[in-house]
């Protein structure tokens, strides 16, 4: 069972840059576990910023990017703003059969 | 546009059954297969399942095996999750998301209490 790891929280001033990362216990994080960024605030669905690596949605704003990053994926915020404070969640999955998913355990943002 | 339309919250007793709804639309729904997702109060996300919405398929998570059931009715592109013999610790809100590309429903929140 792949334990998937986050920061538990981090925080970024307004209009700064920073990057979240997504490990594996299994080893390296690649673009076979086709990594997701989930954004969730207060009272609302999770909805995904990024999948498959480094894919955005048409709802994503453009300061999001995802990567991958010393064996790890990446969600970068380029130019942080106050409605960016949220939990972001990675999701792996490590089979194309079972298509199993493993939720990491959320990085708490604080934008300040 | 994609979308997944969850039904409404459930206030059930201990021992009951509750059926969530999914009624997906906007793509082929045996195009893709469904996840379900389970959110306790202050807590992550983890996955329970999904089940091929082409084979019709159920894959179950560990923890979710037995009192579960995961099911389709493509006649209305709807994904249904069953929870029989409810228990207090089953309260969470119940998400749907869809295979690939990651869209999610707007949650279900089931609420077991005597």
């Known amino acids: 069972q792949a334990v998937v790891t986050q920061e538990p929280s981090l925080t970024v001033s307004p209009g700064g840059t920073v990057t979240l990362t997504c490990g594996s216990s299994t080893g390296p994080v690649t673009s076979g576990h086709w990594p997701y960024w989930l954004q969730q605030k207060p009272g609302q669905a999770p909805r995904t910023l990024i999948y498959d690596t480094y894919n955005r949605h048409s709802w994503t704003p453009a300061r999001f990017s995802g990567s991958l990053l010393g064996g790890k994926a990446a969600l970068t915020l380029s130019g942080a703003q106050p409605e960016d404070e949220a939990d972001y969640y990675c999701?792996?999955?490590?089979?194309?059969?079972?298509?199993?998913?493993?939720f990491g355990g959320g990085t708490k943002l604080t934008v300040l | 546009q994609v979308q997944l339309v969850q039904s409404g919250s459930e206030l059930k007793k201990p021992g009951a059954s509750v059926k969530v709804s999914c009624k997906a639309s906007g793509y082929t729904f045996t195009s893709y297969g469904m996840h379900w997702v389970r959110q306790a109060p202050g807590q992550g996300l983890e996955w329970m399942g999904w089940?091929?919405?082409?084979?019709?398929?159920?894959t179950y998570a560990q923890g979710f095996t037995g009192r579960f059931v995961f099911s389709l009715d493509t006649s209305v592109s709807t994904a249904y999750l069953q929870i029989n013999s409810l228990k207090a610790e089953d309260t969470a809100v119940y998400y749907c998301?869809?295979?690939?590309?990651?869209?999610w429903g707007q949650g279900t929140l089931v609420t077991v209490s005597s």
């Open positions: 999701l792996l999955s490590y089979s194309s059969g079972a298509r199993p998913w493993f």
């Open positions: 998301a869809r295979d690939k590309a990651g869209y």
């Open positions: 089940i091929n919405s082409d084979t019709w398929n159920p």
